[in-house]
């Protein structure tokens, strides 16, 4: 830390980040499907040899992807169509299990639980990360470089040692909340309390999270052309302006990008409540979050038919909010 | 203008004191959980419980003495976790990471027949939720016999699309088709221009898909935590989710527990914070990738 050098991201520039200035590279990347092609076809033999390469390349990735995503999927759909009885075994219930989720009120609060909390939580967490990578972007000093390092520190801890974390201060027998409110002569506010289980949690996937999209962010805005800056400048523009007008326009692909990437997350929330639930016995119950839910009924209660069900289900939800969200941003195309 | 110039442009010395001042309230806000943790990990259960002040050191610091309570603790069960958790990390991380650069690298610089369409399926597997694939892996485990072992832990961390996307994006960028061209004509196979042109020019991206999958896999809990049941497979993280589990249910009678979960929690992350630290200038140009385009 402290030299100039590990100040600049170490990767040469990369081409696609700057329209203005297209490389050679790029041009022929833009222009590949007609040109190569055609001078594919006119190579003949080669191509089987590249259909064959290309196989060989992606090959063993594929059959990871077969047996550990499709194969699980499917059979999480097959088990999810059934239903294991105490009598008369296992019977074919068709959508029966989905049938009793969407009416089950446990599951229900559970999605209801996690969409508020993704509602609040996200867009706190991507202002905190914005904030924070236009003021470690627009000041170079010491101090914003040693910033940069300390708020990522987070994200190299696991989710569950976070919580654990977090557990110890806001616990009355050990944390310090009890000496800091007792200072102004207030009663410490109690997290694992019904009231405030929802805060204590928001708070501690901020903490995590903040950082690492900090420097997603922070790396994008050190990929924009600083002449575009000079430019906006002689135009008369003022510091706030270029942030709000340049910088925030420019990284909207990389916002896009990690809300994408949180609200997949968020959604799924299951480490952070189920560490806290310990401390926090009678607040959080095994179903407080679809995914808490689904491992309670498939471990708890043996009912992995059940249990599958609401994977699946809770699978779908992620996906249908994920289209949504990118359909009414229309940046589908520019994403992918 | 040219690129070298315009960076010293951004390099003038600017202080703007409000903005920092609110960034040293973030950076206070981070670490307060990691300086709790330092300093109570410090002292015993009694400087736990009966100490009043909960954000300073006690009178006595007895790190050696909780550090060897801790890895001798129910037969020094701890040190076991810690290996675990690193055989997984090292196991998932570089199998996911050879995986995703091969994977990558092919769906960049090969047109090969049925290379869209699995693509495409690869960008939707990007919006499965991993935890959803957890309870029917454990089914498939469970039948198959794997389940209580290694293998459930490490076969599944071996799935990164991310990982595929991130290196298409970058070999795509960063590896020019002619000098790849140039190689094969000067008489170099497949595997030797992927080998000796291409990989060192995606290395970069290639360190980041590395950091981030052994992250993933030393973070991981929902998966081990369902197909483990034997504590001497537990990663840590399992590990010490359990002895929190005990020392909440009995809180009397465990008191000595939580100073070992504290030092563990401590000494569970500094692996990775070193870790962090010494490969930062690698991971910082790879990330930059997936956020841009």
Request: hydrophobic share 50%; with cysteine.
């Amino acid at each position: 830390m402290g030299h100039a050098v590990l100040d600049r991201p170490a990767h040469p520039p990369l081409p696609s980040i700057d329209p203005s200035e297209p490389t050679m590279t790029l041009l022929i990347e833009e222009s590949a499907s007609s040109t190569q092609e055609k001078a594919h076809k006119a190579r003949g033999k080669v191509r089987l040899r590249e259909h064959l390469m290309g196989w060989l390349f992606v090959g063993p990735f594929g059959i990871v992807f077969l047996a550990m995503l499709i194969a699980p999927l499917g059979y999480a759909l097959y088990l999810s169509l059934w239903q294991k009885k105490l009598i008369g075994g296992t019977s074919f219930v068709f959508l029966g299990n989905y049938v009793k989720a969407f009416t089950d009120p446990t599951f229900l609060s559970g999605v209801w639980f996690v969409v508020r909390f993704s509602l609040v939580a996200i867009p706190l967490q991507i202002l905190i990360a914005l904030a924070m990578a236009l003021i470690v972007d627009a000041v170079t000093s010491l101090f914003t470089r040693f910033s940069r390092l300390m708020v990522f520190l987070p994200y190299a801890i696991p989710t569950v040692i976070g919580a654990v974390m977090w557990g110890f201060l806001y616990s009355k027998s050990f944390g310090p909340l009890t000496d800091i409110f007792g200072l102004f002569g207030a009663p410490a506010p109690d997290f694992f309390s019904k009231n405030l289980i929802f805060y204590g949690l928001i708070n501690v996937v901020t903490w995590q999270w903040a950082g690492y999209y900090m420097i997603i962010l922070y790396a994008a805005l050190q990929g924009i052309d600083p002449s575009l800056y000079e430019a906006a400048r002689m135009d008369g523009a003022g510091k706030w302006q270029i942030a709000l007008r340049i910088k925030i326009p420019l990284i909207a692909p990389a916002l896009l990008l990690i809300l994408v990437f949180s609200l997949i997350g968020t959604l799924q929330f299951f480490n952070e409540p189920q560490i806290l639930r310990y401390l926090a016995a009678g607040t959080i119950a095994p179903g407080f979050t679809p995914n808490m839910y689904a491992y309670q009924q498939a471990f708890g209660l043996a009912n992995f038919n059940y249990g599958s069900a609401i994977s699946f289900a809770l699978g779908g939800i992620v996906f249908v909010c994920v289209y949504a969200f990118l359909f009414f941003t229309r940046k589908r195309r520019s994403f992918f | 203008m040219t690129g070298s110039s315009s960076a010293g442009a951004r390099r003038r010395p600017q202080r703007h004191l409000p903005l920092q001042i609110f960034l040293g309230f973030l950076v206070v806000y981070f670490l307060v959980p990691f300086w709790w943790v330092i300093v109570n990990s410090s002292k015993d259960a009694p400087g736990l419980f009966g100490g009043s002040n909960t954000l300073w050191f006690a009178d006595q610091v007895d790190y050696f003495g909780n550090i060897q309570r801790l890895f001798t603790y129910d037969g020094g069960i701890y040190g076991r976790w810690i290996l675990n958790s690193t055989l997984y990390a090292f196991a998932g991380g570089i199998g996911a990471t050879i995986l995703a650069v091969m994977a990558g690298y092919g769906f960049a610089k090969y047109r090969f027949a049925g290379r869209r369409f699995s693509f495409s399926i690869l960008l939707g597997a990007l919006m499965v939720p991993a935890t959803a694939l957890v309870i029917p892996t454990f089914m498939m485990f469970s039948g198959l016999g794997l389940t209580n072992t290694i293998w459930a832990v490490i076969l599944p961390s071996l799935l990164n699309p991310f990982g595929v996307y991130l290196m298409h994006v970058y070999a795509r960028d960063a590896v020019p088709d002619e000098i790849l061209d140039a190689a094969r004509v000067d008489g170099a196979g497949e595997l030797r221009t992927f080998l000796q042109v291409a990989f060192p020019l995606m290395r970069p991206a290639v360190v980041t898909v590395l950091l981030l999958s052994a992250v993933a896999s030393w973070n991981n809990y929902f998966l081990p935590l369902a197909m483990l049941s034997d504590n001497r497979l537990f990663p840590v993280t399992v590990g010490l989710g359990l002895w929190q589990g005990i020392a909440s249910a009995n809180n009397s009678g465990s008191t000595s527990l939580w100073s070992l979960i504290i030092l563990g929690a401590l000494v569970s992350v500094i692996p990775l914070v070193i870790a962090f630290f010494t490969l930062q200038r690698h991971w910082r140009g790879g990330l930059s990738v997936g956020g841009l385009r």
